[in-house]
C-alpha cells in the first residue's frame, strides 16, 4: 500500500460520504464545495512527482490483492500515466467548480451527481495508473458504468435514457471484447502485468503467437468503442443528454480517452506490426473524417461539439497509429523520425482537453443563460456575452488550428506525420501512403469550418432569440473561472511549448515507446515558425479553402440533403436494436410456455443428458454384486409387491384405487426398513405413510375424478421415453454408487454414542445431538409446512367472506 | 434393489409428467420412496445387526443413512402434505386440476 494507491481509492471513499454531506449542508453550502478539494489535492499531490517522472523515473507499486491468482493491484506511473492522471485531476477539479455554478443546489439532486463523479473521478485514475491487465479492465468497466449513471443523470426524459443505454450497450460490447483480448494476451505471455509483458523474452512469445492477430483486434474494438471511433462513434452524440459538466469532462476531457490511452500503452507490444498501423492509422482517419464532415451540419451546439470530439479522438488515434510504424524499424534515426506522430498524439490530446473543455464550458454558459443550444435560434450574443465570446475565440481558433494558440502547434505536427508516414516505405505505405495528408488536409477544411460556425453563428448576426422570463447577460464570474483557465492554458502553451514538452510530453512519449526512449532522446524543437514549410502551406490551404467555404456555406450545404438517412448508423443501431427485442421476446415465448409439464421435461432430459453424459465419457459404471447378501424369499416377495402397487398407481383409473395402492406402497417400504436393520426409519414410516394415506383420502373427497389422460401418442410417447431415461440412469448410479467405495464410513464414530452422548440408539443420538441443529431446522421445515397448509385452508374463506361482502 | 429404485423413478417421473395434478402429487410421493431406497441402499444392505447399543453385535448397520433417512422421511410427508393442500386450493379457486390450463397468461 503506497500513497498513490490510497490516491486512486480517496474518491470512492469520499464518495461514501457525500450522501450525509448533502444532507447536512445542502441548505446552505452547494455540495461541490466539499467535493472540489478531493480533485485539487490530487492535483497537487501529482505534481510533486513531476521532477522524478521528468528525470526519467517510473514508479511501481504493488498492493496484493487475491494473490492466489496472481491479482495485484499493482500501480505503475510513468509520463503517459503522469500526464493522464494530471488531466483526470486538473480538468475535475475545474469540472466540479464548474458545476457548482451550473447545477442548481436547490433543484438538482446532487448527491447522486457528485457520487457518480468521484466513482468516475476514482474509476480513470485507477485505469491510468493499473498495471495489472484485470486490474484494469475492472476500472475500464468501472468507467463506462458511471458515464452510464451520469448520461441518465436526468432519468426522466427519454432522450437521456435513450443515450445512457445507447452508450452503455456498445462500451460494453467493446469492453467485453477488450475483455477476452486481454485473456489472450495473458496467455500468450503468461504474465498479468503490462510491465512484464515488454521484457524481450515475453514480448517475443507474444508477437510469434497464432493469436497475436485476434487479441489485437479484440483489444482494439475495446479501445474504438471506448473512444468513439466509427462506426462505434454513435453512442457519443446521444451522450450529450449529460449535463454539460459531464458532457465536458467524461465524453470530451478523459473518459473518450481511455481508448487512446490503451492504445498508447499497448503500442510497444503490437507496434511495428502491418495491421496494427492500419487499422490504428485506417480507423483514425475514417473517424476524423466522419466527424469533422458530420459536425458541419449539426444544429445543437452540444452535438457540433460532440462530433468535433469524435473527429479529434480520430485524428490522435491516426497518429497513434503513425507512430507506432517507428517500432519497425528498430533504434535507428529513422525511428525517431516516425516516433514524432507519437509525440504529436499526446501534444494534441492535451490541447484538446484544454481547448475542448472550455468550449464545453461556454457551451454550457449559453445554454444556461439564454435556455437554448439551438444555432438556428442564437445568434448576437457578442455585445451581452463578451467575456464568453472572447472565450470561445480562444478554444474554437485553437480547435481549427489558428495561432496563436496550442492547437495551431500540434495541427502542424500532425501534418508533419502525415506527410512523413505517406513517405514511409514499410506496409504497402509507397502505393497508398499519400492518401493519409490527403484525408488529414480535407478533414482539416471541415475541422475550421465546423469551428467558424460554433463561434460566429452564435456570437455574431442579429440577435434574434429573446428569452422570456429574463434578459441575457454575461454568466456570473464563478461560473467564467473554469473556462478562463482553461482558455489561459490554451495560449501558454502555444508560448511556452518547449517548457512544456520537457516537464510534461517527452516523458508521456518515453511511456509510451520505453525502449526506444532507453536509446537516444526525441529532440523536438517546437516553435510557431520553421520557415516556409509544407505544413505551413496545408495550413494555409485550410485556412483560405476554410474562409471561402463558410462564407459561401448555403451554396453548398445542400449536399448534406443527399445524406441516405436510411443508411445512417443510427438507423442501424436503432433497427437491430428493435429487431433483437422482438427475437429474444419470440424465442422466450418459445420455450416458456407456462405450461408446468415442459418444464420439467427440459429438468428431467437434462438430467438424464447430463448424468448419462458422465457416464458415457467418464466411463463411471460400475457393477459389482460380490458385497451383495442373498436374496430371501421374503424381500423377493416384497419386492415383487412393491413392483405391482407402484404399477397399480400408474395405470389406476380411480383415485380410490391409486391412493391405496400409494398407501400399500408406503407400508412395503416400511417393511424393507425392517429387513434393512432400520427399526427407527420403519416406525417412522408407518406413522407418517398412515398419516399420508388420511390426508389423501381427505383431500380425495375435493378433488375430481381422475379423468383419463387425453394425450396425443407424440405427448404420451416424450413422457414416457423420458421417464424410461430417467429410470435407466437412476438404476445405473445406483448400482455404480453401490459397486464403488472410495472411502470408508464414517458411521463407526457415531458408534461411540454412549460414550459421547449417553444414548444407545445411535440413529437417535444423531438426530438430536451430533446434528441437533439439523433436526431443529427439519422441524422448522415441518412448522412452515404446517402453517401452510394451516393458511391456504384459512385464506379462502377469508376471501370467500370478502367477495360475499362485496356483493 | 436397484433396479427397483430404477422403477419407481421411471414410474414417478412418468406421473410428475401428466397433466392432472393428483398424478403429479402421487409422481413426487414414489420418487421420495425412490430416493429413500436409494439412500439406503448406497449405504449397503444388510451387514451386521441394528444400530441399538443395548443389543450385543460385532458390527452395525450403518447408522448414517439411516438418520439421513429418517430426515428424508418427514420432510418428503411435509411437502406431500403442502402440495396436496395447494392442489386442492388450486382447484377450488381455478377450477381445474389441468396443468395445461393453469398456464399463465402472456407479460404476466
Known amino acids: 500500500m503506497s500513497w498513490i494507491h490510497v490516491m486512486v481509492l480517496t ?51 504493488i498492493l496484493p490483492w487475491l494473490p492466489s491468482y496472481n491479482i495485484d493491484f499493482a500501480i505503475y506511473m510513468d509520463g503517459l500515466s503522469l500526464i493522464f492522471a494530471l488531466l483526470i485531476a486538473g480538468i475535475g477539479a475545474l469540472v466540479v467548480l464548474y458545476s457548482i455554478y451550473y447545477m442548481s443546489k436547490d433543484r438538482e439532486a446532487l448527491h447522486n451527481f457528485y457520487v457518480y463523479l468521484l466513482m468516475f473521478m476514482g474509476a480513470m485514475l485507477g485505469l ?11 476500472f475500464w468497466e468501472m468507467t463506462s458504468v458511471s458515464s452510464f449513471l451520469l448520461i441518465a443523470y436526468w432519468y426522466e426524459r427519454e432522450k437521456s435514457k435513450y443515450g445512457a443505454q445507447k452508450s452503455m450497450l456498445i462500451t460494453v460490447f467493446g469492453g467485453l471484447a477488450m475483455l477476452a483480448g486481454l485473456i489472450m494476451l495473458a496467455m500468450m505471455s503468461d504474465t498479468y502485468s503490462i510491465r512484464e509483458m515488454l521484457t524481450s523474452h515475453n514480448l517475443e512469445a507474444i508477437t510469434s503467437n497464432t493469436l497475436f492477430l485476434p487479441a489485437m483486434i479484440l483489444i482494439l474494438l475495446g479501445a474504438f468503442t471506448k473512444s468513439a471511433q466509427f462506426p462505434f462513434s454513435i453512442w457519443l452524440p446521444d451522450a450529450m443528454e449529460a449535463p454539460t459538466p459531464i458532457s465536458a469532462y467524461l465524453h470530451s476531457a478523459t473518459m473518450v480517452k481511455a481508448g487512446i490511452y490503451l492504445v498508447a500503452r499497448l503500442t510497444p507490444i503490437f507496434g511495428g506490426t502491418g495491421e496494427w498501423f492500419w487499422i490504428v492509422t485506417g480507423v483514425g482517419l475514417v473517424t476524423l473524417l466522419y466527424g469533422s464532415v458530420n459536425a ?27 507512430g507506432s510504424g517507428a517500432l519497425y524499424f528498430g533504434y535507428g534515426d529513422e525511428s525517431f523520425i516516425y516516433a514524432t506522430a507519437i509525440f504529436a498524439a499526446i501534444f494534441h490530446l492535451v490541447n484538446h482537453s484544454t481547448f475542448k473543455g472550455c468550449l464545453f464550458m461556454v457551451v454550457g454558459i449559453i445554454d444556461h443563460e439564454t435556455g437554448t443550444r439551438d444555432l438556428r435560434k442564437l445568434g448576437g450574443l457578442m455585445h451581452l456575452m463578451p467575456i464568453s465570446f472572447t472565450l470561445m475565440i480562444i478554444g474554437g481558433f485553437s480547435m481549427a488550428g489558428l495561432p496563436p494558440f496550442n492547437g495551431f502547434l500540434s495541427k502542424e505536427l500532425f501534418f508533419t506525420a502525415t506527410l512523413q508516414a505517406a513517405n514511409m516505405s514499410i506496409f504497402n505505405l509507397a502505393n497508398l501512403g499519400f492518401v493519409i495528408p490527403v484525408i488529414a488536409w480535407v478533414a482539416s477544411i471541415f475541422t475550421f469550418i465546423y ?19 429574463k434578459p441575457v447577460h454575461e454568466a456570473p464570474f464563478g461560473m467564467l473561472i473554469s473556462p478562463l483557465i482553461l482558455a489561459i492554458l490554451v495560449v501558454a502553451i502555444f508560448f511556452f511549448p518547449n517548457l512544456f514538452s520537457k516537464y510534461f510530453l517527452l516523458p508521456a512519449w518515453e511511456g509510451v515507446l520505453p525502449s526506444l526512449a532507453q536509446a537516444g532522446e526525441l529532440s523536438i524543437k517546437l516553435s510557431p515558425w520553421h520557415g516556409w514549410t509544407p505544413e505551413l502551406i496545408m495550413t494555409l490551404g485550410v485556412v483560405g479553402l476554410g474562409i471561402l467555404m463558410y462564407l459561401y456555406i448555403r451554396k453548398w450545404y445542400r449536399i448534406y440533403n443527399y445524406y441516405p438517412q436510411a443508411l445512417t448508423l443510427n438507423t442501424i443501431y436503432n433497427f437491430s436494436l428493435e429487431n433483437m427485442e422482438v427475437l ?16 420439467l421435461v427440459y429438468i428431467f432430459a437434462f438430467i438424464v443428458v447430463i448424468v448419462g453424459g458422465v457416464f458415457w465419457t467418464f466411463g463411471g459404471f460400475t ?41 400399500a406402497l408406503g407400508f412395503l417400504v416400511s417393511f ?51 421417464s424410461i431415461g430417467v429410470g435407466v440412469i437412476i438404476t445405473v448410479v445406483a448400482l455404480s454408487a453401490k459397486g464403488t467405495r472410495l472411502f470408508d464410513s464414517i458411521s463407526s464414530y457415531y458408534e461411540n454414542s454412549y460414550e459421547l452422548a449417553g444414548a444407545k440408539n445411535i440413529v437417535n443420538a444423531i438426530l438430536v445431538d451430533f446434528r441437533g441443529i439439523d433436526t431443529m431446522l427439519e422441524i422448522l421445515v415441518l412448522t412452515m409446512a404446517g402453517l401452510g397448509v394451516y393458511t391456504l385452508i384459512k385464506l379462502r374463506m377469508a376471501r370467500r367472506d370478502k367477495n360475499e361482502g362485496a356483493e | 434393489m436397484c433396479i427397483v ?51 450385543e453385535n460385532v458390527t452395525y448397520a450403518d447408522s448414517l443413512p439411516q438418520a439421513l433417512l429418517l430426515t428424508a422421511i418427514v420432510i418428503n410427508f411435509a411437502t406431500t402434505a403442502l402440495f396436496l393442500v395447494l392442489s386442492y386450493r388450486a382447484y377450488t379457486v381455478l377450477g381445474t386440476d389441468d396443468t395445461e390450463q393453469l398456464r399463465g397468461k402472456e407479460d404476466e
Open chain 2, 5 to 55: 429404485v430404477g422403477l419407481l423413478f421411471m414410474i414417478g417421473t412418468y406421473l410428475i409428467l401428466t397433466k392432472t395434478l393428483l398424478r403429479i402429487i402421487l409422481g413426487t410421493s414414489i420418487i421420495g420412496h425412490g430416493v429413500n431406497l436409494l439412500i439406503i441402499t448406497m449405504g449397503g444392505l444388510k451387514k451386521g445387526g441394528p444400530p441399538l447399543l443395548g443389543i
Open chain 1, 11 to 61: 474518491p470512492f471513499i469520499f464518495a461514501t460520504i457525500v450522501p450525509y454531506l448533502y444532507k447536512k449542508f445542502n441548505q446552505k453550502i452547494h455540495t461541490g464545495w466539499f467535493v472540489f478539494f478531493i480533485p485539487v489535492f490530487i492535483f497537487a499531490y501529482l505534481i510533486t512527482f513531476i521532477p522524478e517522472i521528468s528525470g526519467g523515473n517510473t514508479f511501481m507499486k
Open chain 1, 584 to 599: 429474444s421476446k419470440k424465442a422466450t415465448n418459445k420455450y416458456m410456455t407456462g405450461f408446468i409439464r415442459d418444464y
Open chain 1, 451 to 469: 469551428s467558424m460556425i460554433l463561434v460566429f453563428k452564435t456570437f455574431r448576426g442579429k440577435h434574434r432569440f429573446v428569452r422570456v422570463d
Open chain 1, 672 to 722: 424393507f426398513f425392517v429387513l434393512f436393520r432400520a427399526p427407527d426409519l420403519a416406525l417412522t414410516q408407518l406413522v407418517v405413510e398412515t398419516v399420508t394415506t388420511v390426508l389423501f383420502l381427505l383431500c380425495f373427497y375435493h378433488l375430481p375424478e381422475l379423468r383419463k389422460e387425453i394425450g396425443k401418442i407424440p405427448f404420451k410417447m416424450t413422457n414416457a421415453i423420458i
Open chain 1, 128 to 138: 491510468v495508473f493499473s498495471d495489472n491487465i484485470f486490474v484494469l479492465y475492472v
Open chain 1, 623 to 663: 457393477f459389482d454384486v460380490s458385497q451383495d447378501a442373498d436374496i430371501n424369499i421374503y424381500e423377493a416377495g416384497l419386492v415383487i409387491a412393491m413392483i405391482i402397487s407402484a404399477v397399480t398407481v400408474l395405470f389406476s383409473k380411480s383415485r380410490l384405487t391409486s391412493i391405496l395402492a400409494i398407501g
Open chain 1, 296 to 322: 458541419v451540419r449539426q444544429t445543437d451546439l452540444k452535438a457540433l461539439l460532440a462530433y468535433s470530439t469524435i473527429s479529434q479522438l480520430g485524428l490522435i488515434m491516426s497518429l497513434l497509429g503513425m
